[in-house]
C-alpha cells in the first residue's frame, strides 16, 4: 500500500468499517512510514473525540406531542401533528405583508422597461462599456448594472458581458455578470456563450450560477458540459450535485 | 527597520528586496494621487492596516508552520566561507508604478506572514490562496479581496468592499460608504457577516442556498421577485427577459447602488451600525 | 417496523422510544435549532406512520428513518430559504453546549479542544457534517449512508475521508486561531 491509497482510507481504517484482509495492509504500511502512522494517530483522536462531545438531549414535550399524534391516529382521524410556530416567525410573516401593501418600494432602478431614445441606447452602451474595463471591481460591478439597461439585441454590451464571464480577475463581478445575462435570454448567441463558458469555469460559485442560468433558459445543450461536471476528478461538490440536478431538470 | 530611499524616477518600476524579519518602506512615487496596495497570492496571513502616514511599510515574519500545505521554500544552506547575494530570503517581491505598490510571492516562497501598513486613504486589492486570514483595517478606498481558503475580516473601513471566500466566513464592518459604489459578498462555504451604517441607501440582492438570512435593518422586500419570471415584451418592442428567483431582493432607507450577498452553504447576516 | 406496517401502530411507540433521541440529536446537529428538531422529529415520525406500507423489510430500518430524515431536512431548508429573518434569531441558533457535561475522565484543556471540535463540526458545509454525523453519531455503515443519500456506497467512502480532512483543517485552523 503506498502513502496515497493509505492516505485515503484513513478514515476507514479508524472507524473500523475496514475489511481484515485491507487492515492488515494498512497496518503493514504504518509499520514502516511514520508520516501515515502520525496522521491515523490525528485522525483516530478527532474520531474518537467526536464521540465525546456533549449529547443534546431532546425536551419533555416531545413525547408528549407524539402520543398525542398517534392517538388520534390511532382514532382513525388522520390528524396533522400540531404544529408550534415560533413567534419570530409569525412576526416575519406579519411584516412581510404589511410591507406588501405599503407599496412604493423602489425596485431594481432601470429594470423598468423604458422609452429608449436612440442617443439614451448609445450613451447607456458607452458607459457600460467603459465601466467594464474600468480598474476596479466595485466600477465593474456598475458596468455590469448597467448592461441590465442595454438593448437585447446589442452585440457589444453581451460580448463585453460574456468576456466578463469568461476573463474578469473577481469573482464577484463574474457572478454578477452571468447573473446579467439573464436580461438577452433571447438571444442563440446568449445560450451559446454559456454553454462554451461552462468548462472553462473553475471557481465553485460561478460554475453553480451558470448552471442555474442554463437550467432557467431550459437549455438543452449543455448537457454535454454538464455530464462533464458530474465526473470530473477536482470538480467541488456542491457543483457535481447541482449539475445533476440540472441534468434532470432538463430531461 | 531599514529605509530605503527611492531614487528612480528614470525607470518606472522600482523594485525593493525584502528580507525575513524586516520592515521595508515604500513611497508612492506620487503621494498627492490616488494610491493603491495589491498583495498577490500569498501564502501566509495578510495584515493591512491604515496609519498616520505617506508610505507603505512593509513587514514579514516567518510564519509558523500550519496544517495547510503549500509549496515550502527550499533555501539552499550557504556553504562554509560564502555568501548569499542578492536573493530575496523572505520570496516577497515589492514593487512600486504608477502609484501601485505592489507585493507578491517570489518562486521561493517560505511561509510567511506579511503585516503592511498604508496611509488611511488607499485602495487595498489583496487576492490569496492560503488557509490563512486576510485582514484589512482602517482604510478608506475601493477595497477588494479575494481568499481562496481562509477568513476574510474588513473592519472599520470605509468606501466600497468587494470580497470573496471559497471557504472562509467574511466578516464587514463599514463605517461610511461612497455613494454610488456597488459592493458584492460572495462564500461557497462560510457566513457572510456584515455591518452597514444605518443610514445607508442601497438595494440588497442576497442569495444562500443552505443558509439563513438575517437583519436588524428595516427591509422593503420585493416581494415580486420572488416568483420565477418570464418577461416577454418583444411584442411591444420590448425586451424578452427571465428573472431567477433564487435571489431576495430588498432595499433599505429607499434604495440606492447594488449590494449582492451570495452564498452557498452559509448564512447572511447584515447588521445596521 | 413489521408489526406496525402489519397494522399494529402501536408498536409505533416502541420505535419512537427507540429512536427519538437519535433522531433529536441528529436534527440539532444538523440545523443547530432545538425547536426546529422537535418539530422536526414529530415529522419523520408522523411520515414513518403515514407511509409504513412503503417500508421494505429487506432494508435496514435506520436507513430507511434517516432517509425520511434527511429528505424532511431539505424539504425545510428549501421553505426556509430566502427567508429574512431577524438578528437576535441568529444567536439564539447557535447554542453554547447547553446540556450533558462531558464525562468525568476529561481534564480542562480536553473541555476546550472539544468545545473546539463542536465549533469546527458546525463551521463544516451541511453535506459534509451530515455524513460526520451519520457515521460517526449514528454509527450507520456506508451501505445504509449511500440509502439514506441515494448514491453509491464507494462515493460515501470518499466522502467521509473529505469530511474528516475537512473537519481536521477547521478544527487546526481554530486551534491556530486561539493561540495566536
Given at each position: 500500500?503506498?502513502?496515497?491509497?493509505?492516505?485515503?482510507?484513513?478514515?476507514?481504517?479508524?472507524?473500523?468499517?475496514?475489511e481484515?484482509?485491507?487492515?492488515?495492509?494498512?497496518?503493514?504500511?504504518?509499520?514502516?512510514?511514520?508520516?501515515c502512522?502520525?496522521?491515523?494517530?490525528r485522525?483516530?483522536?478527532?474520531?474518537?473525540?467526536l464521540a465525546?462531545?456533549?449529547?443534546?438531549?431532546?425536551?419533555?414535550?416531545?413525547?408528549?406531542?407524539f402520543y398525542?399524534?398517534?392517538?388520534?391516529?390511532?382514532?382513525?382521524?388522520?390528524?396533522?401533528?400540531?404544529?408550534?410556530?415560533?413567534?419570530?416567525?409569525?412576526?416575519?410573516?406579519?411584516?412581510?405583508?404589511?410591507?406588501g401593501?405599503?407599496?412604493?418600494?423602489?425596485?431594481?432602478?432601470?429594470?423598468?422597461?423604458?422609452?429608449?431614445?436612440e442617443?439614451?441606447?448609445?450613451?447607456?452602451?458607452?458607459?457600460?462599456?467603459?465601466?467594464?474595463?474600468?480598474?476596479?471591481?466595485?466600477?465593474?460591478?456598475?458596468g455590469?448594472?448597467?448592461?441590465?439597461?442595454?438593448?437585447?439585441?446589442?452585440?457589444?454590451?453581451?460580448?463585453?458581458?460574456?468576456?466578463?464571464?469568461n476573463?474578469?480577475?473577481?469573482?464577484?463581478?463574474?457572478?454578477?455578470?452571468?447573473?446579467?445575462?439573464?436580461?438577452?435570454?433571447?438571444?442563440?448567441?446568449?445560450?451559446?456563450?454559456i454553454?462554451?463558458?461552462?468548462?472553462?469555469?473553475?471557481?465553485?460559485?460561478?460554475?453553480?450560477?451558470?448552471?442555474?442560468?442554463?437550467?432557467?433558459l431550459?437549455?438543452?445543450?449543455?448537457?454535454k458540459?454538464?455530464?462533464?461536471?458530474?465526473?470530473?476528478?477536482?470538480?467541488?461538490?456542491?457543483?457535481?450535485?447541482?449539475?445533476?440536478?440540472?441534468?434532470?431538470?432538463?430531461? | 527597520?531599514?529605509?530605503?530611499?527611492?531614487?528612480?524616477?528614470?525607470?518606472?518600476?522600482?523594485?525593493?528586496?525584502?528580507?525575513?524579519?524586516?520592515?521595508?518602506?515604500?513611497?508612492?512615487?506620487?503621494?498627492?494621487?490616488?494610491?493603491?496596495?495589491?498583495?498577490?497570492?500569498?501564502?501566509?496571513a495578510?495584515?493591512?492596516?491604515?496609519?498616520?502616514?505617506?508610505?507603505?511599510?512593509?513587514?514579514?515574519?516567518?510564519?509558523?508552520?500550519?496544517?495547510?500545505?503549500?509549496?515550502?521554500?527550499?533555501?539552499?544552506?550557504?556553504?562554509?566561507g560564502?555568501?548569499?547575494?542578492?536573493?530575496?530570503?523572505?520570496?516577497?517581491?515589492?514593487?512600486?508604478?504608477?502609484?501601485?505598490?505592489?507585493?507578491?510571492?517570489?518562486?521561493?516562497?517560505?511561509?510567511?506572514?506579511?503585516?503592511?501598513?498604508?496611509?488611511?486613504?488607499?485602495?487595498?486589492?489583496?487576492?490569496?490562496?492560503?488557509?490563512?486570514?486576510?485582514?484589512?483595517?482602517?482604510?478608506?478606498?475601493?477595497?477588494?479581496?479575494?481568499?481562496?481558503?481562509?477568513?476574510?475580516?474588513?473592519?472599520?473601513?470605509?468606501?466600497?468592499?468587494?470580497?470573496?471566500?471559497?471557504?472562509?466566513?467574511?466578516?464587514?464592518?463599514?463605517?461610511?460608504?461612497?455613494?454610488?459604489?456597488?459592493?458584492?459578498?460572495?462564500?461557497?462555504?462560510?457566513?457572510?457577516?456584515?455591518?452597514?451604517?444605518?443610514?445607508?441607501?442601497?438595494?440588497?440582492?442576497?442569495?444562500?442556498?443552505?443558509?439563513?438570512?438575517?437583519?436588524?435593518?428595516?427591509?422593503?422586500i420585493?416581494?415580486?421577485?420572488?416568483?420565477?419570471?418570464?418577461?416577454?415584451?418583444?411584442?411591444?418592442?420590448?425586451?424578452?427577459?427571465?428573472?431567477?428567483?433564487?435571489?431576495?431582493?430588498?432595499?433599505?432607507?429607499?434604495?440606492?447602488?447594488e449590494?449582492?450577498?451570495?452564498?452557498?452553504?452559509?448564512?447572511?447576516?447584515?447588521?445596521?451600525? | 417496523?413489521?408489526?406496525?406496517?402489519?397494522g399494529?401502530?402501536?408498536q409505533?411507540?416502541?420505535?419512537?422510544?427507540?429512536h427519538?433521541?437519535?433522531?433529536?440529536?441528529?436534527?440539532?446537529?444538523?440545523?443547530?435549532?432545538?425547536?426546529?428538531?422537535?418539530?422536526?422529529?414529530?415529522?419523520?415520525?408522523?411520515?414513518?406512520?403515514?407511509?409504513?406500507?412503503?417500508?421494505?423489510?429487506?432494508?435496514?430500518?435506520?436507513?430507511?428513518?434517516?432517509?425520511?430524515?434527511?429528505?424532511?431536512?431539505?424539504?425545510?431548508?428549501?421553505?426556509?430559504?430566502g427567508?429574512?429573518?431577524?438578528?437576535?434569531?441568529?444567536?439564539?441558533?447557535?447554542p453554547?453546549?447547553?446540556?450533558?457535561?462531558?464525562?468525568?475522565?476529561?481534564?480542562?484543556?480536553?473541555?476546550?479542544?472539544?468545545?473546539?471540535?463542536?465549533?469546527?463540526?458546525?463551521?463544516?458545509?451541511?453535506?459534509?457534517r451530515?455524513?460526520?454525523?451519520?457515521?460517526r453519531?449514528?454509527g450507520?455503515?456506508?451501505?445504509?449512508?449511500?440509502?439514506?443519500?441515494?448514491?453509491?456506497?464507494?462515493?460515501?467512502k470518499?466522502?467521509?475521508?473529505?469530511?474528516?480532512?475537512?473537519?481536521?483543517?477547521?478544527?487546526?485552523?481554530?486551534?491556530?486561531?486561539?493561540?495566536?
Open positions: 500500500m503506498t502513502c496515497e491509497e493509505t492516505k485515503l482510507l484513513v478514515a476507514d481504517y479508524v472507524s473500523g468499517e475496514m481484515g484482509s485491507d487492515e492488515l495492509a494498512y497496518e503493514a504500511h504504518l509499520d514502516s512510514c511514520p508520516s502512522r502520525a496522521e491515523t494517530s485522525v483516530d483522536m478527532l474520531w474518537k473525540d465525546l462531545l456533549p449529547r443534546e438531549e431532546p425536551g419533555g414535550a416531545v413525547r408528549g406531542r398525542d399524534t398517534l392517538r388520534a391516529y390511532r382514532q382513525g382521524m388522520d390528524a396533522v401533528p400540531q404544529r408550534r410556530w415560533p413567534v419570530w416567525q409569525m412576526a416575519a410573516a406579519a411584516a412581510l405583508l404589511l410591507v401593501i405599503a407599496a412604493g418600494y423602489l425596485v431594481r432602478p432601470g429594470r423598468e422597461v423604458a422609452e429608449l431614445r442617443e439614451v441606447t448609445s450613451m447607456r452602451q458607452l458607459v457600460a462599456l467603459s465601466l467594464l474595463q474600468q480598474q476596479s471591481a466595485s466600477q465593474r460591478l456598475r455590469v448594472s448597467w448592461a441590465y439597461r442595454a438593448e437585447p439585441n446589442d452585440t457589444e454590451v453581451l460580448d463585453a458581458l460574456v468576456t466578463a464571464v476573463h474578469d480577475t473577481s469573482v464577484n463581478v463574474r457572478l454578477a455578470a452571468v447573473d446579467a445575462l439573464h436580461t438577452f435570454a433571447a438571444s442563440p448567441a446568449t445560450r451559446r456563450a454553454v462554451e463558458s461552462l468548462p472553462r469555469q473553475n471557481t465553485p460559485l460561478v460554475q453553480v450560477a451558470l448552471i442555474d442560468l442554463l437550467v432557467d431550459k437549455e438543452r445543450e449543455g448537457t458540459e454538464l455530464r462533464a461536471l458530474t465526473v470530473g476528478d477536482s470538480v467541488n461538490d456542491g457543483v457535481k450535485q447541482r449539475a445533476l440536478w440540472a441534468l434532470e431538470k432538463l430531461q | 527597520m531599514k529605509k530605503l530611499l527611492m531614487m528612480t524616477t528614470l525607470t518606472a518600476l522600482a523594485s525593493f528586496p525584502l528580507r525575513a524579519q524586516e520592515k521595508l518602506t515604500v513611497p508612492f512615487r506620487d503621494p498627492s494621487m490616488p494610491r493603491q496596495l495589491v498583495v498577490d497570492a500569498m501564502l501566509g495578510i495584515q493591512v492596516t491604515g496609519y498616520n502616514g505617506q508610505e507603505v511599510i512593509v513587514e514579514s515574519t516567518a510564519g509558523t508552520e500550519g496544517p495547510f500545505r503549500g509549496p515550502r521554500g527550499k533555501q539552499t544552506p550557504v556553504p562554509p560564502m555568501k548569499r547575494i542578492g536573493g530575496n530570503n523572505a520570496g516577497l517581491d515589492v514593487t512600486e508604478e504608477n502609484n501601485t505598490v505592489r507585493i507578491s510571492t517570489g518562486l521561493w516562497s517560505a511561509r510567511s506572514d506579511v503585516k503592511v501598513q498604508v496611509p488611511v486613504q488607499t485602495s487595498v486589492r489583496v487576492k490569496t490562496m492560503t488557509g490563512q486570514q486576510v485582514r484589512i483595517e482602517n482604510v478608506n478606498g475601493e477595497i477588494e479581496v479575494e481568499n481562496m481558503n481562509g477568513e476574510v475580516n474588513v473592519l472599520n473601513v470605509s468606501g466600497s468592499v468587494v470580497a470573496h471566500s471559497a471557504n472562509g466566513k467574511i466578516t464587514v464592518s463599514l463605517n461610511n460608504a461612497a455613494i454610488d459604489k456597488p459592493m458584492s459578498f460572495s462564500t461557497m462555504n462560510g457566513d457572510i457577516d456584515v455591518t452597514l451604517p444605518a443610514a445607508m441607501k442601497a438595494n440588497l440582492v442576497m442569495k444562500t442556498e443552505n443558509g439563513g438570512i438575517f437583519t436588524d435593518f428595516d427591509m422593503q420585493d416581494s415580486t421577485a420572488r416568483a420565477p419570471k418570464v418577461v416577454d415584451n418583444r411584442p411591444k418592442g420590448g425586451r424578452f427577459s427571465i428573472r431567477s428567483d433564487r435571489a431576495t431582493h430588498a432595499t433599505i432607507n429607499g434604495g440606492g447602488p449590494i449582492q450577498f451570495t452564498s452557498f452553504q452559509g448564512n447572511i447576516l447584515i447588521h445596521k451600525k | 417496523m413489521n408489526e406496525v406496517r402489519a399494529q401502530v402501536g409505533m411507540a416502541i420505535l419512537f422510544e427507540r427519538h433521541r437519535a433522531l433529536f440529536r441528529y436534527f440539532v446537529s444538523m440545523h443547530r435549532d432545538r425547536e426546529l428538531a422537535e418539530d422536526l422529529v414529530q415529522d419523520v415520525f408522523f411520515r414513518m406512520l403515514r407511509y409504513r406500507a412503503s417500508f421494505d423489510a429487506t432494508h435496514s430500518f435506520t436507513a430507511w428513518m434517516y432517509q425520511i430524515a434527511h429528505n424532511a431536512s431539505l424539504d425545510h431548508m428549501r421553505k426556509q430559504r427567508n429574512i429573518v431577524d438578528i437576535d434569531e441568529f444567536a439564539e441558533r447557535r453554547e453546549f447547553a446540556s450533558q457535561a462531558p464525562g468525568p475522565e476529561e481534564a480542562a484543556v480536553r473541555k476546550q479542544d472539544l468545545k473546539l471540535l463542536g465549533r469546527a463540526l458546525d463551521l463544516l458545509p451541511d453535506d459534509k451530515e455524513l460526520l454525523i451519520l457515521s453519531f449514528q450507520m455503515k456506508y451501505e445504509d449512508i449511500a440509502a439514506v443519500l441515494q448514491c453509491e456506497a464507494a462515493t460515501v470518499v466522502r467521509v475521508y473529505r469530511a474528516v480532512r475537512a473537519l481536521e483543517q477547521l478544527f487546526l485552523g481554530l486551534e491556530k486561531e486561539k493561540v495566536s
